[in-house]
């Protein structure tokens, strides 16, 4: 197989701050650094910046709201299971985050890079590659209760509207006071949490 780090080669790799260059079609655990992932997902906005607010809501502030939502519904859930949801989104710190219509709209399997990316996150951090059936649907419904209460908070949607998109938060919880942070704070908290998990 061709070298795409090669002179020449069109090129499919992006340097981290870390100093490693990860490939995007082929990414190797060894290429990743939770340092690298904390820093981009601070700087990727959620809701296309859309959001009320000095800074934009980032995706390591959503992945910390949906780790504790995964928490609050499944109390049982071991460290494991809660850093996958900590990481659910992970890959969006090379790749982006991408709204959904948009993503339906590309013209490449970005569900293909996307999957291939998170399994080598998930290998780099002593996790199984796949996220097996159940944990799945329960981070994909704590996900919905997350992008719920940004939209009524910061994206400007109606909860009528919220509730029809993403549905509707179950009583028992607690509501959560959504304030962006600053991009230094947003990397603290993520990498924080991830330290807390990882023990």
């Known amino acids: 197989m061709p070298d795409r780090m090669t002179k020449g080669s069109p090129r499919a790799w992006q340097r981290m701050l870390s100093g490693r260059r990860l490939d995007l079609l082929e990414p190797s655990p060894l290429d990743i650094e939770i340092a690298d992932i904390a820093h981009g997902l601070a700087r990727v906005a959620r809701w296309n910046g859309q959001t009320r607010g000095l800074h934009a809501f980032s995706v390591a502030q959503h992945s910390v709201l949906v780790e504790r939502l995964v928490s609050e519904l499944n109390p ?3 460290r494991q299971a809660r850093l996958m949801a900590l990481l ?27 999957s291939r990316l998170q399994a080598a996150i998930h290998q780099r951090f002593s996790l199984s590659a796949l996220v097996p059936a159940p944990l799945k649907a329960l981070f994909k419904k704590a996900d919905h209760l997350s992008a719920y209460y940004e939209a009524t908070q910061l994206a400007g949607f109606e909860a009528a509207e919220a509730r029809r998109l993403f549905g509707t938060p179950p009583k028992a919880l607690a509501t959560p006071r959504l304030a962006p942070l600053p991009t230094a704070e947003a990397e603290k908290q993520f990498l924080d949490h991830f330290n807390k998990l990882s023990v």
């Open 76 to 78: 049982r859930l071991t």
């Open 88 to 114: 659910h989104d992970a890959p969006e710190y090379v790749i982006g985050d991408l709204i959904s219509p948009f993503k339906a709209a590309i013209g490449i399997d970005y569900k293909l890079l996307e």
